[in-house]
């Protein structure tokens, strides 16, 4: 007796594989030939008159094989192949961009020295971005700490809770997702530095940019308590344990590698912010070591500083301080990823 092979429906045959290639083929000739006879040049000539001619002739042969239900299909997955590919082109521009440009500035004291006794108009082999780093992840630290452990109890309510406020916050949670980066500076300046004698600290930044944080974890912590199968939380409850320790100890931990993603995100989200810091925590040019008072370096503050002051060696440091801020980004995301994971492994 031979046994069937199971196959996955989805998965193209070998017709449907020769048929793509031979479309894929003809309009890449099509579009060489277009371009080189018309004055249409460029590379995005070559992307969106390969896609139109591969569009028509890709959904001819398709018309021809499977019909008018088959041009349906192979219209919803063109629209979403052609929208990915705007979004990598996106993406790819800015990287490229950002290294090809940043790493030219990249030298051994940049990590290790500040602009104390350097000016953003000097050469910028001079001087480093360590008071901004710091300052940084000062600032990171302090929104975490606040807005994470805020954020997720707001979704668990939302969640789990389901209490009579549960609509009036996710209103307010919405509403706080669209408030301009400046509106949470100003704030923290009006209510805070201007009434009460606290004035510009890396505190305070945090304090601003946990406003900006809150509604990014917040929105995505709780479409991930909304992924957990709700058997858990039943087999949570048929064993005896009350709802918070069925939150606890079985809906959190399902979810923890989502929650992390969310704090990533909020991370993400604030990393680069410029405007609130200005009103918060200011330009300053060295380390200070206690957040709570006095002012502090930020990477964004300092690629502010570098472009508005005009020259090539600031336009260069400040290029090269995005390189380093999303390297800091990629690096969290790394170190969140990795622990996650080996925390999973290990249970």
Do not use: C
Request: hydrophobic letters at 55%; a positive charge.
């Amino acid at each position: 007796m031979t046994t069937v092979q199971p196959t996955r429906p989805w998965a193209a045959s070998k017709a449907d594989r020769a048929l793509t290639g031979s479309s894929l083929l003809l309009s890449a000739l099509f579009t060489v030939l277009l371009v080189a006879v018309t004055p249409l040049k460029g590379k995005l000539a070559y992307f969106f008159v390969f896609f139109i001619v591969w569009f028509i002739l890709d959904s001819i042969l398709i018309a021809r094989r499977y019909g008018s239900k088959g041009i349906r299909d192979g219209l919803a997955a063109k629209i979403t192949l052609f929208g990915a590919v705007i979004v990598l082109l996106a993406v790819a521009s800015i990287l490229t961009a950002t290294v090809s440009r940043g790493v030219k500035g990249l030298h051994l004291s940049l990590f290790s020295e500040t602009m104390r006794t350097t000016s953003f108009t000097d050469p910028f082999s001079h001087g480093g971005m360590l008071h901004s780093i710091i300052g940084t992840l000062y600032l990171i630290l302090i929104a975490i700490v606040i807005s994470v452990p805020m954020g997720i109890l707001t979704a668990v309510y939302l969640t789990e809770i389901k209490g009579r406020a549960a609509g009036l916050i996710r209103f307010l949670v919405q509403a706080m997702s669209g408030v301009p980066s400046v509106v949470a500076g100003l704030f923290i300046y009006a209510a805070i530095i201007l009434n009460t004698p606290l004035r510009n600290s890396a505190f305070l930044g945090g304090l601003a940019l946990t406003i900006l944080m809150v509604p990014t974890v917040t929105r995505t912590a709780e479409e991930v308590l909304n992924l957990v199968p709700r058997d858990l939380r039943e087999a949570g409850l048929a064993m005896g344990a009350t709802q918070w320790k069925t939150v606890a100890l079985v809906v959190l931990p399902a979810a923890r590698s989502g929650l992390i993603t969310a704090t990533v995100l909020g991370v993400a989200r604030i990393a680069g912010e410029t405007a609130p810091l200005l009103f918060t925590v200011g330009v300053f040019d060295s380390i200070n070591r206690n957040p709570f008072k006095g002012g502090s370096g930020t990477i964004p503050t300092y690629i502010w500083a570098g472009l508005t002051a005009g020259t090539s060696d600031s336009v260069q440091r400040a290029w090269t301080a995005i390189l380093v801020l999303l390297a800091v980004v990629l690096i969290l995301f790394t170190l969140a990823r990795t622990l996650g994971n080996k925390r999973m492994k290990a249970k």
